[in-house]
């Protein structure tokens, strides 16, 4: 005849069965916990290092694309300030609560198993005796064997409220270390929160993000007002003049007059030529581009012609105003333009003008370059 099982017993020692198994898995949890932190504080270096280089590309061209790359680093640093939040509180507060509370929790659960012993040979015994009692009794009279049927029902139920109370410990030792292992990682999970707060500022960004990208056909709005304003100029045709010699268009007998605004011109050839009306006033005109080699100017004139600038294979040692060093590869797309490789070192023979320098690399070559792919050496 198979023993009846005691749920109360079973449920105990299964109870405090996990307990004791939930040691290692604990200080797992720990190792996992630091190495984390460690990775977090990693990558939060190399997000901020990739905030910069986005800040960085989003200056060269400016305007409402700076802008856009600009709020993309913003958000980044934001997510990585709060992952190091993160970090700190994993460090600082998550791993020493539960390093500090696996000792104590050892205990506790060892004085609980020793006293579930102890009360175990206590019940056992006390039944064992009540019983020989009872027996011994039944050979006596009926008032004694009545007395010990009675001492042992009483005990019996006293083992059962003891059982209940056993099991009622140790489900509450379970829960109690469990429910500190939460409370332990309540700063983390506070610090979890804001981090996913930081990431709600890159959704917020998407759409505007998206518009840019979808944006490469289009020319932005300040640059198309310029635009528009070169084809608001008006064209007359001036017709020839059979008084004056045959002038030609770039020949060095051209003598243009830009005093008021106004141009005069002759050409004793049969077909009109689209020139500036005598109405254009020079002064709507947007700046040329500066000439790298330091002239100004439309067509190189101001007020008279002038010669132009020695090219830059006419430049000289003695004009040599300091090295600068290459940021990024450069490709020229005309004979004047400098190239090389970032990183190279190349002699400045011209300052800055509009955004361009005149420089020799270390072949001879001179040539012009834009000046943000530089850095000037000190």
Not at 180 to 186: F, R, Y
Not at 322 to 333: E, N, S
Not at 358 to 370: K, M, Q, S, T, Y
Request: glycine letters at 8%.
């Amino acid at each position: 005849m198979s023993k009846k099982v005691d749920q109360k017993e079973t449920l105990t020692g299964k109870t405090v069965g996990q307990l004791k198994a939930s040691a290692p898995i604990v200080a797992e949890l720990i190792r996992q916990t630091t190495a984390y932190a460690q990775q977090c504080d990693k990558t939060v270096a190399s997000g901020r290092k990739l905030a910069d280089a986005l800040q960085r590309v989003g200056e060269l061209p400016g305007g409402d694309l700076q802008a856009g790359f600009g709020r993309l680093a913003d958000a980044l640093r934001a997510i990585e300030a709060q992952r190091e939040q993160l970090s700190k509180a994993l460090r600082e507060a998550v791993v020493p609560a539960m390093t500090e509370s696996r000792k104590p929790d050892d205990v506790e659960l060892n004085q609980f198993e020793a006293a579930l012993k102890r009360q175990k040979l206590q019940q056992t015994g006390d039944i064992e005796r009540l019983e020989a009692a009872t027996r011994k009794a039944g050979k006596k009279n009926p008032a004694e064997l009545q007395k010990c049927i009675a001492a042992l029902g009483d005990r019996i139920k006293l083992v059962e409220v003891e059982k209940s109370e056993k099991l009622r410990s140790v489900l509450l030792l379970e829960r109690k270390k469990y429910a500190t292992v939460v409370g332990q990682w309540l700063p983390a999970i506070g610090a979890l929160s804001q981090l996913t707060a930081a990431h709600q500022t890159v959704n917020d960004a998407e759409p505007d993000l998206r518009r840019l990208a979808d944006s490469s056909t289009q020319i932005p709005e300040s640059e198309y007002e310029l635009l528009l304003q070169q084809q608001q100029r008006t064209f007359l045709p001036i017709q020839p003049d059979p008084d004056a010699d045959a002038l030609y268009v770039g020949s060095p007998q051209l003598s243009p007059s830009l005093s008021s605004g106004s141009l005069s011109m002759s050409h004793s050839a049969s077909s009109s030529l689209l020139l500036p009306s005598a109405s254009f006033d020079s002064a709507a005109l947007p700046p040329p581009p500066a000439d790298p080699y330091g002239n100004s100017g439309y067509g190189g004139y101001s007020g008279g012609y002038e010669p132009p600038p020695p090219p830059p294979d006419q430049l000289g040692d003695d004009d040599e105003l300091g090295t600068a060093t290459a940021l990024y590869d450069y490709t020229g797309t005309s004979d004047e333009d400098l190239s090389f490789r970032a990183g190279c070192v190349l002699t400045v023979v011209r300052e800055d003008s509009g955004g361009w320098t005149c420089g020799r690399d270390a072949n001879g070559n001179v040539g012009i370059f834009p000046t943000s792919y530089v850095r000037r050496d000190a």
